[in-house]
Structure formats: structure tokens, C-alpha cells
């Protein structure tokens, strides 16, 4: 429930904030990609930190300070007068934007290896079901009452999780583990940083993680611009803002089946390694048959390969690192990919802006596809590694 709600704020913004800051703010499309970087930036640095804390402290508070910052940053957005006060925003919902991963982590704790994955997979699903609301909702609000109007309304979810969090919620780490990561952590507080790091298994997981996101950050940040400039390229500012709304509620839809009803399964047929690789795959042929063909049909097309690979590759990646790092460190090692992958939304929302003003609007598609491939063959080496922590069979 917090995380759906979470992000359904999250996906009332989606859709709205690229033209709101174009047409009401004056900014350039490397101005808006950018503001993803600079969101993912601040994540990239906050994101251990988080993860430590939540191993240290629990995930509750860790999950209410999260949530905090989120709140605050959808606020100033939505009285924001510039440009500037956009980018503050970003990096304060960045420094605290440990929501989904320590999650993640509070999934973890919760559940065994055989069912850790499905367990991941609703968490992805609860994502899923915000971005079929959310979009569609901001969209509407931001067509019908204005632009900055879908913040406020988020600004009002945000704090719905966190009277959710503060008031019905349990810790999920028991308080011995936690006084025993604190005497760890005192006795060596960077070593195990760096100790997770040298595991191959988990530094292969990371990689892929980074490249996964530098490709999908490619795509999703130009996605709005992209969609105007080259698919809905007659139609205005709220017929466009409609129609992508009316795309991410078709993504959000496709994930929520996969997550709710495939992800289990799949795993039980295929295995955890099996399904990253597979759902990289999936979200490899999506690209490129948006890249090659930027037409309403292609993208409505390329929607289940998209979202059904992302659904099914995402938690099963995560269930996977979970096995290879040490109990102790799950909500670390879970930061750690947490930053990884802002590194690659760090570099991709940047690439996406300078390829598509100073190449091509198609430019950052093809981009995407090459990134996309890059990590679909990294995600082979996966097989080369057995979990430290046993899985189930077909993970083998």
C-alpha cells in the first residue's frame, strides 16, 4: 500500500513535469533530461548511506525520512518559479529517495529465498499499479486545472505514506541484528563497503544494473518530448499530454499482470538467472522497435516487451543479489545497486538530451537499443555464479 501510493504521486508527475518546465519555465529539453541527473546524482551519493542506515537502524525511519523528502520536493515543484528551484527539488526528493529500495529490503527481511522473488515482484507489482493511475490522473488534472495542480495533488498522496508509514507499519529487521550491524560498522565502517564490491557475483549484478538504466533513462526521460516531436506532432500540449498518459497507464497495466501473475511462476519454470537475462531481452526488441519505427502503433506494440521484461527482470535481479550478499548486508548490498543504477540515470537522462537536441529526435531510441544489448549479454556471465545463500531449484 505505502509504495503504491508512493508512487502513484510519483505518476501524476510523469506525464506533466517535461512541459510544464518547457512551456511554463522557459526550459530546454537538456534542461529537463538534466533534471533527472541531478535527481539520480544526489540518489547516486545517498544511496548506501541509506541502506547502511535502514541495516543499522531498521527500515522504518529510514522509510518515513525518505518519504519526508519526497514530500517536500513534489511541494517546492509545485510553487517552483524557476528553473533553479526545479533542480533544489530534484535534489532533495534525490538525497532522500531510498523509498522503493529500502522496500526492497523490508522484502527481504520478510521472506525466504523461494519466495523472495515473488515477494519482490509485488512489491514491483504495487509499483506497477501506481504508474496505471498516476499518469492518467496527472494528465488529466494537468490538461483540465493546470500544470502545477497534479504536484499539489501528489504533495497530498505523499503524505498519506507517510501517516501509512508512522502508523501502521512494523519494523521488519529484529533489533539483535541491528546492535550487531552497529558493532560491525564501528569496527570497520567502510571495509564492508568495499568487501560486497570484490564479490564477482554482486559486482556483475551492479554492472548490469548500471547499464539497464543508462539505457532505460535514454528512453524514458526524451519519451514525452520525443512522443511530441515525432509521434503526435500535430497534436497540442494537453492532446499530447493525454495520449502519454494514456501510454504509461498501458505500461503500468502490462507490469501489474506481469508482476502479479508471471513473475511467480516464471520463476518456478526458468529460474531467477534465466529471467534476467530474458527480460533484458525483451526490453532490447521494445527499443528497437521504437527506434525503428517512431508510429503509435510501434509503441503500443512495444509496450507488453517493455513492461513485461522490466517486471520480470527487475525483481528477479534484486532476489539475486539478495542470495549472493551476506545476510547482514542485504539492505547495503540492495543501496549499493540502488547507486549503481543512478549512475546509469545519471549519464542517460544527459545523453538523451544532447543526442536529441544536437543529432537526432530519434537519436537517444538508438542509443537505447545499443545500451540494452550491451546489458543483455552482460547478463549472460549470471551463470557462471551459484548463490552464497541456497535458492530455489530452477535458480541453479
Given at each position: ?54 541495516d543499522r537502524y531498521g527500515r522504518r525511519p529510514v522509510l518515513i525520512l525518505s518519504q519526508g523528502g519526497t514530500l517536500s520536493a ?266 549503481f543504477a543512478a549512475a546509469g540515470a545519471i549519464v542517460g537522462p544527459l545523453t538523451a538530451g544532447f543526442l536529441f537536441q544536437n ?38
Amino acid at each position: 500500500m505505502i509504495v503504491f501510493v508512493d508512487v502513484l504521486g510519483l505518476g501524476i508527475t510523469i506525464p506533466v513535469l517535461p512541459l510544464f518546465a518547457k512551456n511554463q519555465l522557459g526550459a530546454e529539453a537538456w534542461h529537463i533530461t538534466a533534471l533527472t541527473s541531478v535527481f539520480f546524482a544526489a540518489q547516486f551519493f545517498a544511496g548506501p548511506v541509506l541502506g547502511r542506515l535502514s541495516d543499522r537502524y531498521g527500515r522504518r525511519p529510514v522509510l518515513i525520512l525518505s518519504q519526508g523528502g519526497t514530500l517536500s520536493a513534489l511541494l517546492l515543484t509545485a510553487f517552483a518559479p524557476s528553473v533553479l528551484i526545479l533542480y533544489v527539488a530534484r535534489v532533495i526528493d534525490g538525497l532522500t529517495g531510498g523509498n522503493i529500495s529500502v522496500a526492497q529490503a523490508y522484502l527481504s527481511d520478510i521472506t525466504d529465498e523461494k519466495n523472495r522473488a515473488r515477494g519482490l515482484g509485488v512489491i514491483n507489482a504495487s509499483f506497477g499499479l501506481g504508474f496505471v493511475f498516476g499518469p492518467a490522473f496527472g494528465s488529466l488534472l494537468a490538461s483540465f486545472f493546470g500544470p502545477r495542480v497534479p504536484f499539489l495533488v501528489a504533495a497530498v498522496v505523499s503524505l498519506c505514506t507517510i501517516l501509512l508509514s508512522a502508523f501502521f507499519l512494523p519494523e521488519s529487521l529484529p533489533a539483535e541484528r541491528r546492535r550487531a550491524d552497529r558493532i560491525a560498522a564501528a569496527a570497520s565502517p567502510r571495509a564492508r563497503g568495499w568487501k560486497l564490491l570484490r564479490v564477482p557475483s554482486v559486482a556483475l549484478l551492479l554492472i548490469v544494473g548500471f547499464f539497464v538504466n543508462f539505457a532505460f533513462f535514454n528512453f524514458q526521460t526524451i519519451f514525452v518530448l520525443w512522443a511530441e516531436k515525432l509521434v503526435f506532432p500535430s497534436f497540442d500540449e494537453a492532446s499530447v499530454q493525454r495520449a502519454v498518459g494514456l501510454i504509461l497507464t498501458f505500461v503500468g497495466i502490462s507490469g501489474v499482470i506481469a508482476q502479479f501473475w508471471l513473475v511467480g511462476p516464471l520463476v518456478k519454470r526458468f529460474g531467477e538467472k534465466k529471467l534476467v537475462v530474458g527480460g533484458n531481452a525483451a526490453r532490447f526488441f521494445a527499443f528497437g522497435l521504437v527506434a525503428l519505427s517512431p508510429t503509435v502503433a510501434a509503441v503500443f506494440l512495444s509496450i507488453p516487451f517493455m513492461s513485461i521484461g522490466g517486471s520480470v527482470a527487475l525483481p528477479v535481479l534484486i532476489a539475486l543479489l539478495t542470495f549472493f550478499a551476506p545476510p547482514d548486508s542485504r539492505g547495503q548490498a540492495i543501496g549499493l545497486n540502488q547507486s549503481f543504477a543512478a549512475a546509469g540515470a545519471i549519464v542517460g537522462p544527459l545523453t538523451a538530451g544532447f543526442l536529441f537536441q544536437n543529432v537526432h529526435p530519434n537519436a537517444p531510441m538508438i542509443a537505447a537499443v545499443a545500451l540494452m544489448g550491451i546489458a543483455t549479454l552482460i547478463s549472460l556471465n549470471v551463470f557462471r555464479f551459484k548463490p552464497a545463500v541456497a535458492a530455489s531449484a530452477p535458480a541453479k
